[in-house]
Every structure is written in structure tokens, then in C-alpha cells.
């Protein structure tokens, strides 16, 4: 509103005030004073009243000038402006509004049938980028890379033929410090009759993934007791396992084995000379786990303890260039 308009309400109040009171008052001085505060407020009620209704006001004595005021004012209330059908038409709006948004998300939670879906598989993916651009290069320059000795990951035994192919792990081997448990690198690897044995390698390096695994028995060394038994000759089956299985850890899961994918090689273990798989893919972002187990059942006993220390014995898997 604007200061001229609040200064002409202000004035209007003051005209009323100042209206006289007494019965012999002038009634053509007192119907003045009511045009004149008619026509400076802008009373948009009082302005749109009907013609005859102010001129009948306006003509009336002093003496009923009260009375005609207060009944035109009881009989015409103010209608309501603009801004407040708007008003009521957005609060209208706005609840009809939260009703349906509350009905709707109560109706689509009773419906809506939630899936837990399974985790991914844990992977250690190369954080290096754009590897394949070096394939060109290697190519351009024929450049050659010495074959990558890659050892075990982990080693887990299981019952020969158990169904739910359940792991375990022997950890005779640790002992206590005052700084807690200690573990050395040390694993089992024992195949007999009634045992079996798994053993993971984290596949290493890009291009690298043309792999072979290699088995001989450990000889005695400085850091290393083997607990050698062996019967001479042991037909040992080895199985490449499921190759996108995750990894086979005691913190992230190691409760069962990988199924079987596909039967790598048969080894006749002897305490001399290695053993050597046949040819089979080792991609750089996955894991590579295999079983071994007695083909027969008499006369095979294989049973060792290995490290991660030079020179490498027991079973490690050997990963040559496959980009030529």
C-alpha cells in the first residue's frame, strides 16, 4: 500500500473522531464528512454500495445517522479480495496434495517387493589405466618378458569326495609372540586317500597370462622343514576350478570350493624332477584355483610343507607373455 493511501486512512480516523455528536448538528455538515471519508479511504464495500442505499444514508437526520451507519455496515461485510481466494485455493491445493502423496506411498510400500541382490565378486583390478595401448607397442618393437614365478595364495584342505566340498586350514604351524599370533608364510599341501587339496595364485601382470603350473617336493632349507611323505609314483589329479570365483580368503569367504571347470592334468609325483600342467589362460583381473586329488586311491601319499621363500619348490604356477 502505498504512504499516500496509509496518510488519507490515518486523516479519515481523525475525521471520525471529530464528527460532532450533538442532535441539533448540522445533518448536510455531517453527510460531508462521510463522502468526504468515503472518497479518501477507498472502502472498496462502502464504494460499491448500492446507489439509492448511499443516498439514503447520506439524507438521513443526525439523529438516526448512527443507526443507518451501524445497519449498513451489519448487512454489507467486505468481500473478499483477490489474493485471498488465492490463498485458500493454494492451502486447499496443498493438502489435497499431501493426501495423495501419503496414500500413494503407503499403497506403493505394501505392493513393492524388495531383492537383496548378491554382492560382486571381490576382484583387485589393475589400477592402471589404458594397458591395452600396450599391446601395440610390445608388437611395434617385439619386445619379450621373462616368465613371472607366481606362488600360492592360499592353501586349504578338504574331505575327498564331500559333497559340500567344506575348507579347512591347517595352522599347526603358528605360535604366539608377545606382539599376538604369528603365521609364517608356511602352507600344507597334503592329497591322500582321503584328503584333498586347494590351493589359490592371484594372476599377476597384464600380458602375462599364459600359465603352466609346476609341482616338485621341497627339499630341506635353512628356512624351511618340509615334513616330506611321499609314496613314490602318486597319481595326483589336478582340476582347474571355477576361474571367476572370488577369492578364497579367511576374512572374505572360504567356506566351500569353487566347482570343478575342467580337468588340467594328471601328475605322477616323485621325489625328483618337477611336473609340469599343460597350457591354460590366467587373466590378469581374476584368480586361479586348483584341486588336487589322488586318482587312485591306493599307493597315493603326498604331503609337504612349502614356503613363499627362493628357491621356489612345491606347487607354484608359472605365467608367461601372451601378448606376441
Known amino acids: 500500500m502505498h504512504w499516500t493511501t496509509l496518510l488519507l486512512l490515518a486523516w479519515g480516523g481523525s475525521l471520525i473522531h471529530a464528527l460532532p455528536t450533538q442532535q441539533d448538528t448540522d445533518p448536510s455538515g455531517l453527510n460531508w464528512y462521510h463522502a468526504l471519508l468515503l472518497a479518501c479511504t477507498f472502502a472498496p464495500s462502502v464504494m460499491a454500495a448500492d446507489n439509492e442505499e448511499e443516498l439514503a444514508l447520506l439524507s438521513s437526520t443526525s439523529g438516526s445517522d448512527e443507526r443507518s451507519l451501524t445497519s449498513l455496515k451489519a448487512k454489507r461485510k467486505p468481500p473478499r479480495s483477490y489474493a485471498d481466494h488465492l490463498l485458500i485455493g493454494a492451502c486447499i491445493c496443498a ?4 493426501v495423495l502423496t501419503l496414500a500413494l506411498f503407503v499403497l506403493q510400500t505394501r505392493s513393492s517387493s524388495y531383492t537383496v541382490s548378491k554382492p560382486k565378486v571381490l576382484r583387485r583390478i589393475s589400477p592402471y589405466v589404458n594397458q591395452e595401448r600396450l599391446s601395440e607397442v610390445i608388437r611395434k618393437h617385439n619386445m619379450t618378458f621373462d616368465p613371472i614365478v607366481n ?51 592371484r594372476n599377476r601382470d597384464f600380458g602375462m597370462e599364459r600359465c603352466v603350473l609346476v609341482l616338485s617336493v621341497p627339499q630341506q632349507t635353512p628356512d624351511l622343514i618340509p615334513n616330506v611323505r611321499l609314496a613314490e609314483g602318486s597319481p595326483i589329479s589336478v582340476w582347474l576350478l571355477d576361474p571367476d570365483a572370488p577369492e578364497l580368503h579367511p576374512s572374505i569367504s ?71
Open 95 to 98: 493438502t489435497v496434495s499431501s
Open 254 to 324: 572360504w567356506g566351500t570350493a569353487p566347482r570343478r571347470y575342467w580337468k588340467l592334468a594328471t601328475f605322477a609325483v616323485s621325489a625328483e624332477g618337477n611336473q609340469t600342467s599343460e597350457e591354460s589362460l590366467c587373466a590378469g583381473d581374476k584368480f586361479s584355483t586348483f584341486e588336487f586329488e589322488c586318482a587312485e586311491v591306493d599307493g597315493c601319499e603326498v604331503d609337504f610343507w612349502q614356503n613363499k621363500e627362493k628357491p621356489f619348490q612345491g606347487v607354484r604356477m608359472i605365467q608367461h607373455q601372451s601378448i606376441l
Open 151 to 201: 606362488v600360492y595364495a592360499t592353501s586349504f584342505q578338504m574331505r575327498a569326495g564331500d559333497p559340500t566340498r567344506a575348507l579347512t586350514e591347517d595352522t599347526s604351524r603358528e605360535w604366539a609372540s608377545y606382539e599376538g599370533l604369528v603365521w609364517p608364510y608356511h602352507r600344507r599341501f597334503w592329497v591322500d586317500g582321503q584328503t584333498s587339496t586347494v590351493m589359490q595364485f
